[in-house]
């Protein structure tokens, strides 16, 4: 099944504790990035990448670190979490030709105390 | 002003109504549109693309207007099933860069 998986779904944390949020997408696309939601303000980019070892920052990058060392894989790093990055986080993939339709994954919801 | 902006709602509709939405954006130079639904503590799917012309996908028609910067979903014939969040999608800068509205909840009654 062509998905994408994003672990923890949950996660409860402290500031200041170093936390990665795994993305991996089984379609062979290019393109992959991460979203966060939060009540009023819609998804919002945070980071995204055209390909391996090609990333770019969104319109919210502070606080937030990605790599993309294969294609399928791209984890979001939160090096020193705070309360503000308490959120809804999505990943999404997609392809870099034709129609630029979005897969996410289920989501993480991430409480930083 | 946000780059996408769509009326909150709730929208709380009965079953069999027509509900219309519309969503406004600000970069004139914006390429490609989308609806997405999201349901409930669930991740946004797509619902249907939204062309130049206008196109219908069942229960749902979705229109561009380029001229007064907007596009709209209407579904006819209300479903349960249609309570949802639906989010308006444009890329104002390329085809990779998607920028969300906040989205419009709608909740359809018996």
């Known amino acids: 099944e062509a998905q994408v998986t994003q672990n923890p779904r949950y996660l409860i944390t402290v500031t200041g504790k170093k936390l990665t949020v795994t993305c991996s997408q089984n379609?062979?696309?290019?393109?992959m990035s991460w979203y966060r939601q939060d009540p009023g303000l819609g998804l919002r980019q945070i980071y995204y990448s055209m390909n391996v070892e090609v990333t770019d920052k969104g319109d919210v990058p502070e606080g937030y670190k990605v790599s993309r060392k294969e294609k399928r894989n791209f984890p979001l790093i939160l090096e020193s979490p705070s309360p503000n990055q308490t959120s809804l986080y999505f990943c999404?993939?997609?392809?870099?030709?034709?129609?630029?339709?979005?897969?996410f994954g289920a989501g993480s919801r991430l409480t930083v105390l | 002003r946000k780059e996408v902006e769509q009326d909150p709602g709730p929208f709380n509709v009965p079953e069999g109504a027509t509900v219309a939405f519309n969503c406004t954006y600000s970069n004139s130079a914006s390429q490609s549109f989308f609806w997405y639904r999201q349901d409930c503590r669930k991740e946004p799917k797509l619902l249907m693309s939204?062309?130049?012309s206008g196109n219908e996908d069942g229960r749902f028609t979705a229109q561009l207007n380029r001229a007064s910067q907007y596009i709209s979903l209407l579904i006819r014939d209300s479903k349960l099933s249609d309570s949802a969040t639906y989010l308006c999608v444009v890329t104002p800068y390329n085809n990779n860069d998607m920028r969300f509205g906040a989205g419009t909840r709608l909740t359809v009654k018996p």
């Open positions: 999404a993939s997609n392809r870099a030709s034709g129609a630029n339709v979005l897969t």
């Open positions: 939204v062309y130049s």
């Open positions: 379609m062979n696309h290019e393109y």
